[in-house]
């Protein structure tokens, strides 16, 4: 149970471009979501905490504007990278909890490159 | 100071050695303790799961928490060569903002063959 589906796996686009990442919780309802970014060899840095129909929490630092994040139902989160340059290619995670004290499950990741 | 602290190693056993992941924390709020495994280029694998001070197994898992001391550790019986990855504590308070966690820097692990 508890299985995250993360959509791309790798992503390869010219910079400028806008690249969609999807997030789906396959086997329960997930109240919250959130979305990492990882560097090699460094832990999960949280950009933005998602709950279903309200607007995203982003961390300090993190550009609103350049990741929208849409939770649109219990089980899907989307996390667009607008106008993306070679400085946002990176690996990028979601992950989704249920309700109360249920733990974060994480989706595979996507590898995303902007050339 | 960090909220929570790992050694990034890297540490590197021979199969079936036993394995002993640590992290200290400071924040006496946390309540719930977590073990991840993160396989290069895959998103981390939830391995135990903890509430409050104690142990807990899960068939070759051990995680114990010492509240008091303000420690968890992840033990690892008869280490297999799959084992090898990164391994992350997490942890969080019981009524921070939406169960957001707070990461150890991960520690890697290698089993040899």
């Known amino acids: 149970g508890a299985v995250v589906s993360q959509h791309p796996s790798w992503v390869i686009c010219k910079s400028g471009t806008s690249v969609k990442i999807e997030c789906r919780s396959l086997d329960f309802q997930a109240t919250t979501m959130f979305w990492y970014r990882q560097f090699p060899k460094q832990s999960l840095m949280l950009m933005a905490t998602s709950n279903e129909g309200s607007k995203a929490t982003y961390e300090q630092g993190v550009e609103k504007d350049k990741f929208l994040i849409n939770h649109a139902s219990l089980t899907l989160s989307t996390l667009t990278v607008t106008s993306a340059h070679p400085e946002d290619s990176s690996f990028y995670i979601c992950?989704?909890?249920?309700?109360?004290?249920?733990?974060?499950?994480f989706g595979d990741g996507t590898r995303l490159s902007i050339l | 100071q960090k909220e929570v602290e790992q050694d990034p190693g890297p540490l590197s056993v021979p199969e079936g050695a036993i394995v002993s992941l640590n992290c200290t924390y400071s924040n006496s709020a946390f309540q719930y303790f977590m073990w991840y495994r993160q396989y290069s280029r895959k998103g981390p694998e939830l391995l135990m799961y903890t509430y409050s001070s104690g142990n807990k197994e899960d068939g070759r898992f051990t995680a114990q928490v010492d509240k008091s001391s303000k420690y968890i550790s992840l033990f690892i019986r008869d280490s297999q060569p799959s084992d090898s990855a990164t391994y992350l504590c997490?942890?969080?308070?019981?009524?921070?903002?939406?169960?957001?966690?707070?990461f150890g820097q991960g520690t890697e692990l290698s089993v040899k063959p």
């Open positions: 992950s989704a909890k249920g309700q109360l004290n249920q733990p974060q499950h």
């Open positions: 997490a942890m969080r308070g019981v009524y921070n903002q939406g169960g957001k966690l707070i």
